[in-house]
């Protein structure tokens, strides 16, 4: 390897993590003090990199807002494909999107409360800022109502307007997580995607057989 490439790639390295300290330091000051609200001179500061850096790295505010989600969001999908890929069917499927889904923003609070400090409703793109968000919402949508469709065909979910049930289902869990946040985090992730998918069931699904569906999706039937 050349001098200069060694230079280059020493260089690449560098920018890499000042854009990942400045990133997680946003993160954080969105939580805590609203996009509005927090300074750029303060995120800089406890980045630990000069203005200058900062803007080199992200010339806009807005650029930091949107390269928060840009990079949560494409761990999220990851994730999320990654869970549902080992269920053998499409109730199994949702349930498992839900937990991923809860867990992951329960893993990364400063990104969830990020996104409570919007006070936005999660059930519609009104108030989102970024195509980042829009897209990743209209996916997460598309995909929720595609498997409540065939879950309805199936038999494993009532009869009922797909997207009117995943729109709920999207509420239901912004309220659940804005709980969680307010009651201190103490409750363990396992258990709050754990409640959250025996609300699913004993919601949406057939009330005869809701039993039968907690079984499949390893749940007790009390609780």
Same mark, same amino acid.
């Given at each position: 390897? #050349?001098?200069?490439?060694?230079?280059?790639?020493? !260089?690449?390295?560098?920018?890499?993590?000042? !854009?990942?300290?400045?990133?997680?330091?946003?993160?954080?000051?969105?939580?805590?003090? #609203?996009?509005?609200?927090?300074?750029?001179?303060?995120?800089?500061?406890?980045?630990?990199?000069?203005?200058?850096?900062?803007?080199?790295?992200?010339?806009?505010?807005?650029?930091? =807002?949107?390269?928060? &989600?840009?990079?949560?969001?494409?761990?999220?999908?990851?994730?999320?494909?990654?869970?549902?890929?080992?269920?053998?069917?499409?109730?199994?499927?949702?349930?498992?999107?839900?937990?991923? =889904?809860?867990?992951?923003?329960? +893993? &990364? @609070?400063?990104?969830?409360?990020? &996104?409570?400090? +919007?006070?936005?409703?999660?059930? #519609?793109? +009104?108030?989102?800022?970024? @195509? *980042?968000?829009?897209?990743?919402?209209?996916?997460?949508?598309?995909?929720?109502?595609?498997? $409540? +469709? &065939?879950? $309805?065909?199936?038999? =494993?979910?009532?009869?009922?307007?797909?997207?009117?049930?995943?729109?709920?289902?999207?509420?239901?869990?912004?309220?659940?997580?804005?709980?969680? $946040?307010?009651? %201190?985090?103490? *409750?363990?992730?396992?258990?709050?995607?754990?409640?959250?998918? !025996?609300?699913?069931?004993?919601?949406?699904?057939? @009330?005869?057989?809701?039993?039968?569906?907690?079984?499949?999706? %390893? *749940?007790?039937?009390?609780?």
């Amino acid at each position: 390897m #050349s001098t200069e490439a060694a230079r280059d790639r020493l !260089r690449d390295a560098r920018r890499a993590v000042y !854009r990942e300290a400045i990133l997680d330091a946003a993160e954080r000051a969105f939580a805590e003090a #609203s996009y509005q609200a927090a300074r750029v001179q303060e995120i800089a500061a406890e980045a630990g990199v000069s203005l200058a850096t900062f803007y080199a790295t992200f010339p806009k505010k807005l650029d930091l =807002y949107r390269g928060i &989600h840009a990079r949560r969001l494409e761990a999220l999908m990851l994730v999320i494909a990654r869970d549902q890929a080992a269920e053998a069917n499409v109730l199994e499927r949702l349930v498992a999107g839900v937990r991923s =889904y809860l867990t992951f923003l329960m +893993e &990364h @609070p400063s990104y969830l409360r990020m &996104h409570l400090q +919007e006070r936005i409703a999660w059930t #519609s793109t +009104e108030g989102l800022r970024s @195509p *980042e968000q829009a897209n990743a919402w209209r996916t997460g949508l598309e995909m929720m109502v595609a498997a $409540i +469709e &065939h879950g $309805i065909e199936a038999g =494993y979910f009532i009869d009922d307007d797909p997207e009117l049930i995943a729109r709920t289902l999207i509420g239901m869990h912004q309220v659940r997580l804005a709980l969680w $946040i307010e009651r %201190g985090q103490q *409750e363990p992730a396992a258990d709050v995607a754990r409640a959250a998918v !025996r609300q699913l069931v004993r919601c949406f699904c057939p @009330p005869t057989r809701v039993d039968e569906f907690l079984a499949l999706c %390893g *749940e007790a039937t009390e609780g």
